[in-house]
């Protein structure tokens, strides 16, 4: 490992909605000069295995997963995603909630298509379904299926307010983002609240909920990230001090679903070997 270890501790792989496999998504990290990588597909750890298999000499690899949840306290509840590292991969509870989150997804999906289809656009759900290739299925392969039928150019103009940022979005039945931390940590894993800043994908919550989340188990912030702009970063920071929370940085790669590079953003190694120190669902890091 370097004397100063570059730590990604946020990506996406095929096993969600990035574009490169697991095995590919390691490799890509270790090339681009990674000592450390998180794979945090939505609400799934399909990809733990197949990139395990795939770790290249002198990777780190965390196993995590970017779950899916909401806040209930405003109407209508507000989406926000968790990260969650290290989790018993077999814990009961959770494995159930993420199915049924990864089962919603479907079903939403498909409910986005029928109002696409009854404008007479011409997108096909078992053509996106597939497109997925068994992953976890969320609106960037739909956004894939508006740029093939040649409707928008880019995945960032089908998330505009006219597509699927707005007029085609609808809700999924998320996990309650208080259970979720619960089950996390129960799980033995540890829980950062990912882009809690991001006004740019939509709504976010308020500062007094992270508080709330921090009382009942709430391991980070997720700080440095490209949706966040510099002052977001910098109030995401001094919030994780007041409320004594661990800083991450990541670069969410996605692949070519978005043009964000592997190690963008990092996570320093202070804040890396607290979520190690805190994690007892997974035993050990792997290393390649
Ligand atoms: P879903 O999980 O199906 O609600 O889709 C959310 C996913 O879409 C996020 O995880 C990102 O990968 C992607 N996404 C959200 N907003 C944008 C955006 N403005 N541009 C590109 N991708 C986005
Ligand atoms: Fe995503
Ligand atoms: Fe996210
Ligand atoms: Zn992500």
New binding site residues.
């Given amino acids: 490992m370097s004397a100063r270890p570059r730590i990604d501790l946020h990506t996406?792989s095929t096993a969600s909605?990035g574009t490169l496999s697991p095995a590919e998504l390691v490799r890509a990290a270790a090339e681009s000069g990674l000592d450390v990588v998180a794979i945090t597909d939505?609400d799934t750890t399909a990809g733990w295995a197949p990139a395990l298999r795939a770790l290249p000499a002198g990777l780190s690899l965390v196993r995590g997963a970017e779950i899916?949840c909401r806040w209930y306290g405003e109407e209508p509840p507000v989406?926000l995603?968790l990260l969650a590292y290290l989790f018993d991969p077999d814990a009961p509870e959770l494995v159930a909630e993420l199915a049924r989150v990864r089962a919603a997804?479907e079903e939403r999906g498909e409910r986005i298509v029928a109002l696409l289809r009854a404008d007479g656009i011409d997108v096909n759900w078992p053509e996106i379904l597939a497109g997925a290739a068994g992953g976890s299925v969320?609106?960037?392969h739909i956004?894939q299926a508006l740029i093939r039928a040649g409707l928008v150019a880019t995945?960032?103009e089908a998330?505009g307010p006219d597509w699927l940022?707005e007029r085609y979005r609808l809700p999924?039945e998320d996990i309650d983002v208080f259970h979720a931390v619960r089950l996390v940590r129960a799980a033995g894993g540890v829980p950062v609240f990912a882009h809690p800043r991001a006004t740019?994908?939509g709504r976010i919550v308020p500062d007094a909920l992270i508080a709330d989340l921090a009382a009942v188990g709430l391991a980070g912030l997720e700080a440095d990230h490209e949706d966040h702009s510099p002052a977001e970063r910098a109030h995401v920071r001094a919030l994780a001090g007041e409320l004594g929370l661990l800083v991450t940085g990541s670069s969410d790669f996605?692949g070519t679903?978005?043009t964000v590079r592997l190690g963008a953003f990092t996570t320093d190694p202070e804040a890396y070997e607290r979520i190690i120190a805190e994690a007892s669902g997974v035993t050990g890091i792997a290393s390649g």
Wanted: hydrophobic share 10%; aromatic share 4%; proline share 10%.
């Fill in positions: 996406h909605d939505h899916s989406p995603h997804r969320g609106r960037p956004a995945t960032t998330f940022g999924k740019r994908r996605h679903h978005k």
